[in-house]
């Protein structure tokens, strides 16, 4: 019998040490990002820096395809909670994009200015606010706290206008972290300020999903093994509370690579995202 034990929660949710060269991100993603920004903008294609709050970091980027969108994919960054914001990941709109979809991307407020709670209710009112530009279906998805994010938006006592959350026709939740218990006991702590009673009432992995929710799980095989953990928990525990669930392991992919694939409109990650 194999028994398993996490000694050191730290390095268990530590990405970037734990990938050969991970030091190159998240500056990898700085000049693609914006390339593809200006490339949009010249072509009169990109609204950027769209207020849909009160806060400074309250403004989303809307990439817009050639001709009417078909719906409207919404994409959440990561950075657990407290780094970065849109600008690193644009270039990842064009897979959805070359698809025929509008694509949004929010920043938000970072902990410890606000509590991960805050940031739930921000995420909503980013994806109201871009539901209400583009007509159509809503696709959501996320990369690592991203993940938790969207996967967030289609549980129980979701942030969103309940006409924004009928048109959600599928989340993928990308290396997301769908139970907050475990980041307790980790020095980023000192910035998230995970409490017991926040982790029951925001991670998706605790909460039912709503109604005709469908969700895919999508991590990289060389991720970290709470990452691989965390991506089959919420599709294994939302099965049996009655979602469409799907997991899948993308062979070859670490935490910073399994988002690739958003960018080609043929790569099966947006394929299954728009499908």
């Known amino acids: 019998m194999l028994e398993r034990r996490i000694a050191d929660w730290d390095n268990a949710y530590t990405n970037g040490a734990n990938i050969a060269g991970g030091d190159r991100w998240p500056a990898a993603w700085v000049e693609p990002s914006q390339s593809f920004r200006d490339t949009l903008s010249a072509a009169e294609r990109a609204q950027l820096d769209i207020v849909y709050g009160d806060r400074p970091r309250n403004r989303l980027d809307l990439f817009l395809p050639e001709g009417k969108p078909k719906g409207l994919v919404v994409f959440v960054h990561g950075g657990y909670w407290m780094a970065l914001d849109k600008s690193y ?6 897979g959805s994009i ?14 410890p200015e ?45 942030p969103l206008a ?8 599928h989340v993928v939740s990308l290396s997301g972290v769908h139970d907050l218990r475990p980041l307790i006991n980790t020095g980023m702590n000192k910035t998230l300020h995970i409490d017991e009673a926040e982790a029951l009432a ?14 895919t799980c999508w991590v990289g095989g ?8 965390q991506n089959a928990l919420l599709a294994n525990i ?8 799907a997991t899948v392991v993308e062979p070859d992919r670490h935490h910073f690579s399994v988002i690739d694939g958003l960018a080609d409109k043929d790569h099966a990650l947006t394929r299954t995202l728009l499908g």
């Open 202 to 215: 925001e991670s998706p992995a605790l909460l039912r999903p709503v109604d005709n929710v469908r969700i």
């Open 222 to 229: 060389g991720e970290r093994a709470e990452f691989l953990r």
């Open 98 to 111: 070359d698809s025929g979809y509008a694509v949004a991307m929010p920043s938000y407020t970072l902990c």
């Open 114 to 158: 606000v509590r991960i709670g805050d940031i739930v209710r921000e995420v909503g009112a980013a994806i109201d606010k871009a539901a209400a530009l583009v007509e159509g279906p809503i696709m959501l998805t996320g990369h690592s706290a991203g993940g938790h994010l969207v996967s967030r938006m289609v549980a129980a006592a979701s």
């Open 238 to 245: 939302w099965t049996g509370l009655g979602a469409a669930t």
């Open 89 to 94: 990941w644009s270039h990842l709109a064009k």
């Open 162 to 169: 309940p006409e924004v959350q009928h048109r959600i026709r």
